[in-house]
């Protein structure tokens, strides 16, 4: 059977995508974020997975105000990086696993949860920047990703985005959806967006490190707990956009110790101010 | 029974809600049609014929003209579809965001450098922190401010 066996945890930030594709990460600026990434770098050809399935928001690229899905899965076989308005990354095209993401969506509806399938999806710096951070500079032609990624889009761009409890449940859900697909297959499962941050009004630029720092405790810890925090809290806290944290509950919700298992293992952890206008958080979590 | 906002006395945020996206719609689909190259150049070529093409607001197209990122915000306008008008200039995100708080691009960057802003003063209106509406606008446009009031 599929199982997860370790969770990533990442930013995303558009300019670090930008850093990486100017080729500007040696610069004093950057150099410090990227860092922060050369364990995970390793760590990912080390445990190289089958399939990642990476929790992201869109940021009205795929998604206009036409329709706004809570929950989106991505069952194609194939995503292209989107130009968000300076033109398409120059990374890669993102290859599905349309097998595996329409059985997690049958599975993960079937338990309560209103998925919407999606077929056909350009992908923006929410996906693209993590797999960059952890994958490195890729040719858009000659290079690819080390396997297959299935998007899993979630509205955090209009009020009210789903609770953080609900994040956390679907996270379950998502567990028991891949260990009950067939074919043996080790898959990671990636939260990203925040850490605080906001880009709107006189309050833009807003960093909260003693909040980030206290998020990723408690993500270790406790996260059933975390779970629990109301949306408002985030606001004020962690800035408007700050709200993004809780598509980290998701991949935390899949981990074996919510279910009963173990804790845990912290392979990695690492925080980072400022990258643009944001405080970069990751972590890697491995399932004992 | 009327709906819990319990976001309406955070200072300087704007929560794109329902309500805020119902009045945003044309504002912020017009953004979105900004993601087409073609339709950038045609912008560029002629911003109030492109404008008046779109069932907006007049507030609103006087508010993209003028670039007013708060004002936009406050008719509607959500972030990330105002960041095309920013792409199509040709700004980066930390220009677009910091236009909002009134600091030059080098005070705003500063800010983040040092660790960014602070949350103390910033949880709820009435209190007396930098993003609070009797401290508009930031930095060196603000102190002058000040100045010439005196």
């Known amino acids: ?288 | 029974m009327s709906l819990v906002k319990p976001y309406l006395d955070v200072p300087g945020t704007t929560i794109f809600d329902a309500e805020q996206s119902r009045k945003g719609y044309h504002l912020n689909q017009f953004c979105m049609s900004l993601m087409q190259a073609a339709n950038r150049e045609r912008f560029k070529a002629n911003e109030r014929a492109y404008l008046d093409e779109w069932p907006m607001t007049e507030a609103q197209k006087q508010a993209v003209l003028a670039r007013d990122l708060n004002r936009c915000i406050s008719l509607g306008g959500n972030i990330y579809f105002l960041a095309k008008i920013g792409a199509t200039d040709g700004k980066s995100f930390q220009q677009m965001a910091g236009s909002m708080t009134g600091m030059t691009e080098e005070e705003y960057r500063d800010m983040m450098i040092h660790g960014g802003r602070s949350v103390e003063g910033n949880r709820r209106t009435g209190e007396d922190g930098d993003a609070q509406p009797q401290h508009q606008p930031q930095g060196k446009a603000g102190r002058s401010g000040q100045k010439a009031s005196i």
Request: one cysteine or more; aromatic letters at 10%.
């Open chain 1, 1 to 288: 059977m599929a199982r997860i066996t370790a969770s990533v945890y990442t930013s995303h930030i558009p300019a670090i995508g930008a850093a990486l594709d100017l080729g500007k990460t040696h610069e004093p600026y950057w150099q410090p974020v990227f860092q922060g990434y050369e364990f995970s770098r390793q760590w990912l050809k080390d445990h190289r997975p089958d399939v990642i399935f990476l929790v992201f928001n869109d940021h009205a690229t795929a998604f206009s105000l036409d329709m706004i899905p809570t929950f989106a899965i991505g069952t194609a076989a194939e995503f292209k990086p989107a130009d968000e308005g300076w033109g398409a990354r120059p990374v890669p095209t993102v290859i599905g696993h349309p097998e595996l993401a329409s059985h997690i969506a049958q599975s993960v509806i079937q338990q309560d949860f209103d998925l919407t399938i999606v077929n056909k999806m350009d992908v923006d710096h929410g996906l693209t920047v993590p797999l960059s951070l952890l994958c490195g500079a890729q040719d858009p032609v000659k290079g690819a990703w080390p396997c297959p990624v299935i998007p899993f889009a979630v509205n955090v761009v209009q009020y009210p985005v789903p609770s953080g409890q609900r994040c956390f449940n679907l996270g379950q859900a998502i567990r028991r959806a891949v260990e009950s697909f067939d074919e043996d297959l080790n898959v990671q499962i990636w939260g990203t967006g925040g850490m605080s941050h906001q880009l709107q009004g006189p309050r833009a630029g807003l960093i909260n490190k003693a909040f980030d720092s206290a998020f990723l405790d408690q993500l270790i810890a406790d996260p059933a707990t975390l779970a629990k925090k109301p949306h408002i809290d985030y606001v004020r806290e962690a800035g408007s956009e700050g709200i993004e944290l809780v598509m980290w509950l998701i991949a935390r919700g899949a981990m074996a110790d919510v279910a009963g298992g173990k804790p845990p293992h912290v392979a990695h952890r690492f925080y980072h101010v400022p990258a643009s206008n944001t405080a970069v958080g990751h972590l890697i979590l491995e399932n004992s």
